[in-house]
């Protein structure tokens, strides 16, 4: 019997132990795989994130979301079944960093949150620092800050130096993120003061050098950056100190010293990689100095020479400017600002800016082409003799062009057909009908004007004559104001004012009854005053004043004169409902919420279609969600994807997330449908069964049809009220929202 008592204990003992390792081994196994698979991706994520100070990481590229996901499955199988295991905070806190990096910034902020109520977790000060982290993230600033404080002494006390420097690095970034320069300064010094790796210092200088360029301090950037090379930077940080030194003194005038450093820079092997941006700068020194040809011929070899560097459109983006403002080519200054904007290395912003200065170009080619066409007009229109000249020309040019390309065609087809000249290297080959290389050897009957008009005509330049359609003296006033719009975009967009008067003085001198004469005469004027030449202004405004009484133009020449009062009234150009939004937003930051929910509630109500209206509705919608009132959350974010709101940004940062909410009500309806159906079925079976042998029993019968019949019907309406279209109950819940706030 005891034998027996012992062999069930050692069975049951042997069976507890292969259990056990069985449960080891399952957590360690999943624990494991989880941790490389974060590691990786999380150092790809890191790879890619240049800028050590940034506040927010961008978001993870698909790729990497779907490893951080993979990672929060697999730990979540260790937090579902065991709360005692050994891997259970290393899950949490692998969890919780995976959910930040996607920028889920709440779901981190559980995590983080369940890690620290774990005692003596290992994770403990760490994690104390990503809790942190997501409170600034979610906007919760004095908490954030608080913690990341908290981090930072309890660190130095422990000797735990780099989880010091991350905290500092972290409060850095969120200063900078505000805005608030000098007080990342007083932070950059202070985790001087405690650093203790000599390449952290160097980071630290270099990134002072940054804020002081952002508060213009450039004295301070310079020595900032110089005492970087004092400790031992990494090679980064180096360069762009080194870098950013010499531009600095380019920018102080010390422009020799600065060529001097580039150079030595340019001598060094080690930034051989590194080339094309120290090139750039010494072409940036040249234009600097005024040595633009020079400046120039360094441009044009980063172009051709580092094609692929992103140094190319920067160089490409000063040739342009080169040929525009000092070359006066506005055709090569188009075509090199065009290939900058095409590269798919130009940052976004960059683009933006350079379209934006394209499209003024385009007005100046449309103005050009326009100008010339009204003055073949005008001669056209005084001189019938060249419109019928150019007509003849065109007509022999037109067909001979077609000739040409008839001849071209049959020649490719004979050699085509031919089989003793098929597949021959030697010969040149012709494009089937490109007529635009063509030679005075092949048109030797042709004179040079029609040969330079049949090219024109091939590439689509020229256009048969025509006589003109309006009188000589519509399209001189015409001309006039093509050429006064072009001296206006001179002056105002191209930043050219010796092209802007010349083209002024123009519009008077050629065309001096034109309309647009005063309003040529005012821009003069207003172009003398910038200058300070008032003397010279006064008199052009005073033409206007004694001669022109009746322009849109006379009040203001008046005032300018001081003849007249200025009573224009100054209208306010602030927005109302911005300070009152201001307002609201600071009641939230004091955690007066509910004061809070109802300043932003009145900006939705009396100023609906302000754009702070779909902000503030917005607002109201977060702070519910923080407090977890999902179902008063949900009534906001409904608002916002109605119709009025729904292409803005607040109404499709929302949208995703509120359709998830409806889908789940629908789920929840349809359930309560099915059990309503349930029920039913069940309340016929028994009162059938109860009721079947009773003397009434075709009475009862009547009965449970009839309540059959009501159960139907209520339950038909629960299914009517699932599958209405999410879109349509969006729209009715918007038009009755107002009056539900109202009440």
């Known amino acids: 019997m005891f034998k027996r008592i012992s062999i069930f204990i050692s069975l049951a003992f042997l069976f507890y132990s292969c259990s056990l390792w069985k449960n080891f081994t399952t957590y360690f196994n999943t624990y494991y795989n989880a941790k490389t698979i974060f590691e990786r991706a999380e150092e790809d994520l890191l790879k890619e994130q240049t800028d050590p100070?940034?506040?927010?990481?961008?978001?993870?590229?698909?790729?990497?979301?779907?490893?951080?996901?993979?990672?929060?499955?697999?730990?979540?199988?260790?937090?579902?079944?065991?709360?005692?295991?050994?891997?259970?905070?290393?899950?949490?806190?692998?969890?919780?960093?995976?959910?930040?990096?996607?920028?889920?910034?709440?779901?981190?902020?559980?995590?983080?949150?369940?890690?620290?109520?774990?005692?003596?977790?290992?994770?403990?000060?760490?994690?104390?620092?990503?809790?942190?982290?997501?409170?600034?993230?979610?906007?919760?600033?004095?908490?954030?800050?608080?913690?990341?404080?908290?981090?930072?002494?309890t660190s130095l006390a422990e000797e735990e130096y780099e989880l010091f420097e991350k905290a500092s690095i972290t409060k850095i970034a969120f200063l900078l993120f505000r805005e608030q320069y000098e007080d990342a300064v007083a932070e950059c010094n202070e985790f001087l003061e405690n650093a203790e790796d000599d390449e952290t210092v160097a980071l630290i200088y270099y990134q002072l050098g940054k804020i002081y360029l952002l508060l213009d301090n450039k004295e301070k950037a310079l020595e900032s950056f110089a005492k970087v090379l004092d400790f031992s930077p990494s090679f980064d940080v180096e360069f762009e100190s080194r870098i950013e030194y010499a531009r600095l003194l380019k920018d102080l005038g010390k422009v020799d010293e600065s060529e001097e450093l580039i150079i030595d820079l340019l001598g060094e092997g080690k930034f051989r990689e590194r080339e094309d941006r120290i090139v750039l700068e010494l072409g940036n020194i040249y234009f600097e100095k005024g040595e633009i040809d020079k400046a120039l011929d360094i441009y044009k070899d980063i172009d051709t020479t580092y094609k692929k560097k992103n140094s190319a459109v920067s160089a490409d983006i000063m040739i342009g400017k080169i040929y525009e403002m000092y070359k006066g080519d506005f055709d090569s200054a188009y075509k090199y600002y065009n290939k900058a904007v095409t590269s798919p290395l130009i940052d976004k912003d960059l683009k933006a800016e350079i379209v934006s200065h394209n499209k003024v170009m385009d007005k100046y080619f449309k103005l050009n082409d326009q100008i010339n066409d009204l003055n073949l007009q005008y001669d056209y229109a005084v001189n019938p003799d060249r419109f019928i000249r150019d007509s003849v020309d065109y007509d022999i040019a037109f067909k001979q062009y077609v000739a040409q390309n008839r001849q071209k065609m049959e020649q490719n087809a004979s050699r085509t057909n031919n089989p003793l000249r098929r597949g021959r290297g030697d010969e040149p080959q012709q494009d089937s009908v490109a007529v635009s290389d063509t030679t005075a050897s092949d048109t030797t009957n042709l004179s040079e004007k029609n040969l330079s008009l049949i090219e024109l005509i091939a590439k689509g330049k020229a256009k048969k004559p025509t006589r003109p359609t309006i009188s000589v003296d519509s399209i001189k006033s015409l001309i006039a104001q093509n050429l006064f719009e072009k001296g206006n975009l001179f002056y105002s967009e191209l930043n050219n004012t010796d092209s802007a008067l010349v083209y002024f003085n123009k519009v008077l001198e050629e065309y001096p009854e034109s309309q647009f004469r005063v309003n040529t005469l005012?821009?003069?004027?207003?172009?003398?005053?910038?200058?300070?030449?008032?003397?010279?202004?006064?008199?052009?405004?005073?033409?206007?004043?004694?001669?022109?009484?009746?322009?849109?133009?006379?009040?203001?020449?008046?005032?300018?004169?001081?003849?007249?009062?200025?009573?224009?009234?100054?209208?306010?150009?602030?927005?109302?409902?911005?300070?009152?939004?201001?307002?609201?937003?600071?009641?939230?930051?004091?955690?007066?919420?509910?004061?809070?929910?109802?300043?932003?509630?009145?900006?939705?109500?009396?100023?609906?279609?302000?754009?702070?209206?779909?902000?503030?509705?917005?607002?109201?919608?977060?702070?519910?969600?923080?407090?977890?009132?999902?179902?008063?959350?949900?009534?906001?974010?409904?608002?916002?994807?109605?119709?009025?709101?729904?292409?803005?940004?607040?109404?499709?940062?929302?949208?995703?997330?509120?359709?998830?909410?409806?889908?789940?009500?629908?789920?929840?309806?349809?359930?309560?449908?099915?059990?309503?159906?349930?029920?039913?079925?069940?309340?016929?079976?028994?009162?059938?069964?109860?009721?079947?042998?009773?003397?009434?029993?075709?009475?009862?019968?009547?009965?449970?049809?009839?309540?059959?019949?009501?159960?139907?019907?209520?339950?038909?309406?629960?299914?009517?009220?699932?599958?209405?279209?999410?879109?349509?109950?969006?729209?009715?819940?918007?038009?009755?929202?107002?009056?539900?706030?109202?009440?």
């Open 53 to 153: 100070f940034a506040f927010r990481t961008e978001k993870a590229r698909s790729q990497l979301d779907k490893e951080f996901t993979r990672v929060i499955e697999k730990c979540s199988r260790i937090l579902q079944f065991d709360t005692e295991s050994s891997y259970f905070d290393d899950a949490l806190f692998l969890t919780g960093k995976a959910f930040y990096y996607q920028q889920e910034y709440a779901r981190a902020q559980r995590k983080f949150i369940e890690l620290s109520a774990i005692p003596e977790s290992d994770y403990a000060l760490e994690n104390k620092l990503w809790l942190a982290k997501t409170h600034l993230q979610l906007r919760n600033f004095e908490e954030g800050l608080r913690l990341i404080e908290e981090v930072k002494q």
């Open 522 to 743: 005012y821009a003069l004027g207003t172009y003398y005053e910038s200058q300070g030449a008032k003397e010279k202004a006064d008199s052009l405004f005073r033409i206007i004043y004694d001669n022109y009484p009746g322009h849109k133009l006379y009040m203001a020449a008046g005032r300018q004169l001081g003849l007249i009062e200025d009573v224009t009234e100054v209208k306010e150009t602030e927005d109302p409902v911005e300070k009152l939004y201001v307002e609201a937003e600071k009641k939230y930051y004091q955690k007066n919420y509910h004061g809070a929910i109802a300043a932003f509630k009145n900006i939705y109500l009396q100023h609906p279609r302000s754009p702070y209206a779909p902000k503030s509705i917005y607002y109201i919608g977060f702070i519910y969600e923080e407090q977890a009132k999902n179902d008063s959350a949900a009534f906001y974010y409904g608002i916002l994807t109605s119709k009025d709101y729904l292409s803005t940004p607040y109404g499709k940062a929302v949208a995703a997330k509120y359709k998830t909410y409806q889908d789940e009500l629908e789920r929840l309806e349809k359930e309560k449908a099915e059990k309503l159906n349930e029920a039913k079925d069940t309340v016929k079976v028994k009162e059938i069964a109860d009721n079947e042998s009773s003397p009434d029993s075709v009475n009862r019968k009547k009965e449970l049809m009839k309540k059959e019949l009501m159960l139907k019907e209520k339950s038909e309406g629960v299914k009517q009220d699932t599958i209405k279209p999410a879109v349509i109950r969006n729209e009715e819940k918007a038009d009755s929202a107002k009056k539900k706030l109202l009440k």
